[in-house]
Nanobody
Framework: QVQLVESGGGLVQAGGSLKLSCAASGRTFSTYAMGWFRQAPGEERDFVASIGNSTYYADSGKGRFTISRDNAKNTVYLQMNSLIPEDTSVYYC?????????????????WGQGTQVTVSS
């Protein structure tokens, strides 16, 4: 069973930066595609970024967010710069054992508990 634990969320002013981390259990982490999603209250869970053989970004984060991974540490990161109030959400890390790096929520088998990001104006 893969377990994912996010960290790094918090309160930041608009224009600021945060770096989210997601630590994963499991000896085959390097074969997983990893994704970041976010969900605001009353909204659907939306794709933010994913990494497999390539990286993919939602339009909302292009040029501001960077996804990366360190397979030696079983960790995936999301560097978020130039944050805006609309980025306020709970951010979730997800793992896809098939390694596809899809932007589709239902393709990911494993999810973390989420970390809150709040951007003040």
């Amino acid at each position: 069973q893969v377990q994912l634990v996010e960290s790094g969320g918090g309160l930041v002013q608009a224009g600021g930066s945060l770096k989210l981390s997601c630590a994963a259990s499991g000896r085959t982490f390097s074969t997983y595609a990893m994704g970041w999603f976010r969900q605001a209250p009353g909204e659907e869970r939306d794709f933010v970024a994913s990494i497999g053989n390539s990286t993919y970004y939602a339009d909302s984060g292009k040029g501001r967010f960077t996804i990366s991974r360190d397979n030696a540490k079983n960790t995936v990161y999301l560097q978020m710069n130039s944050l805006i109030p609309e980025d306020t959400s709970v951010y979730y890390c997800a793992a896809d054992e098939w390694g596809v790096a899809t932007p589709t929520v239902i393709e990911y088998e494993h999810w973390g508990q989420g970390t809150q990001v709040t951007v003040s104006s």
